[in-house]
């Protein structure tokens, strides 16, 4: 306990001050963020990132192949990947009785694929 508190005071400014040329140009930058910690919300259940990761490997799932891929039910993968269509992170085509999904944009291949080699590299 003793080393938590050593470490809190040592990880903090002992006096406040800031750059007001800094602050007033990051600022208003951060108010074009907000809805973005969806996204990490999104991607923080771990069987929606592998979902997600499982669509940056190839360009499109059927939900069958979603749901072998997790051993799990088509029920659960379905509704993994009915929630990242919701928050814009997959989208679906059917296809007679099948259901393909697929990423959208390149940028969240890039943010799941970064978040997996980051892991990997072991941080």
Same mark, same amino acid.
Do not use: C
């Given at each position: 306990? /003793?080393? %938590? $508190?050593?470490? !809190? !005071?040592?990880?903090t400014c002992q006096t406040f001050c800031y750059d007001e040329e %800094? %602050? $007033?140009? %990051?600022?208003? /930058?951060?108010?074009?963020?907000?809805? @973005?910690?969806? /996204?990490? !919300?999104a991607l923080s259940d771990a069987t929606r990132l592998k979902v997600a990761y499982a669509l940056t490997l190839?360009? $499109?799932l059927c939900v069958c192949d979603v749901a072998n891929i997790l051993n799990t039910t088509? @029920?659960?993968a379905?509704?993994?990947l009915r929630y990242l269509r919701n928050m814009g992170l997959a989208k679906y085509e059917k296809r007679g009785k099948l259901v393909f999904y697929s990423l959208p944009h390149d940028h969240i291949r890039k943010l799941v694929q970064l978040a997996a080699e980051y892991n990997m590299a072991g941080r």
């Open positions: 306990m /003793i080393e %938590v $508190e050593s470490t !809190k !005071k040592m990880d %800094v %602050v $007033e140009r %990051v600022q208003p /930058i951060l108010e074009n963020i907000g809805g @973005a910690e969806l /996204i990490f !919300k190839e360009e $499109e088509t @029920a659960t379905s509704h993994h």
